[in-house]
């Protein structure tokens, strides 16, 4: 399965759900599909998508809030499952798209096809975490965890093939933070 087969099928489920985004071109390809106003794009900073993720959870509790994250950012801030395990927002979902590589800086290896990252989260404290590896099971695994108490975890097996003439997410981080935040005002 190609990574951007991961956004073809999640974001026709989308309403207005917060979505924050892991930088690279998680960002990039989730940004080319579809913009919303209600993606935050975290550009440049790696490992934080979760940790934002996390605290627009705890701020907004009556919103479901979904972090698109990639293998290496969880490897990176992995004590930030513990985190969310420990927190337990119920409103939480955490999509990884697991390549087994640091695609957006050339491929290099993680070590994502030693560590069972669904396990790690399972063992963290989520209340569930799923692993699939075939677009079918993509939108019945994302559904169940939507309509589940949280946090869940969804890890998804793809192979390293973003298209590198995707273009760059055009806003700037200061716009990305504005219309995010605004769009999580009461309405
Ligand atoms: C702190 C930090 N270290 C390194 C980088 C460079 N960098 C940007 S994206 C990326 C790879 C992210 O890997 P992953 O989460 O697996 O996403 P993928 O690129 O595979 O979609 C790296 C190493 C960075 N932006 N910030
Ligand atoms: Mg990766």
Do not use: W
Not at 30 to 58: H, K, T, W
Not at 132 to 141: G, H, M, R, S
């Amino acid at each position: 399965m190609r990574g951007i087969e991961v956004f073809q099928e999640i974001i026709p489920l989308l309403k207005d759900e917060p979505v924050v985004h892991a930088n690279g071109f998680i960002c990039r390809e989730s940004f080319a599909l579809q913009d919303r106003e209600e993606n935050f794009y975290m550009i440049g900073s790696m490992g934080l998508a979760s940790s934002i993720g996390l605290g627009v959870a705890i701020c907004k509790p009556d919103r479901k809030v979904i972090v698109l994250d990639g293998d290496g950012n969880v490897l990176m801030a992995m004590g930030t499952l513990a985190m969310i395990g420990a927190e337990a927002p119920n409103n939480l979902v955490h999509v990884v798209i697991d390549n087994e590589v640091y695609e957006s800086t050339g491929k290099q290896r993680s070590i994502s096809n030693a560590v069972a990252l669904e396990q790690v989260a399972k063992s963290s404290g989520y209340r569930e975490a799923l692993r699939v590896d075939k677009k079918e099971e993509i939108k019945p695994a994302f559904e169940r965890l939507m309509n589940s108490e949280g946090p869940g975890f969804l890890l998804i097996k793809v192979e390293a093939c973003f298209d590198p003439k995707t273009g760059r997410v055009t806003h700037t981080p200061e716009e990305i933070k504005e219309r995010f935040m605004n769009t999580l005002l009461p309405h």
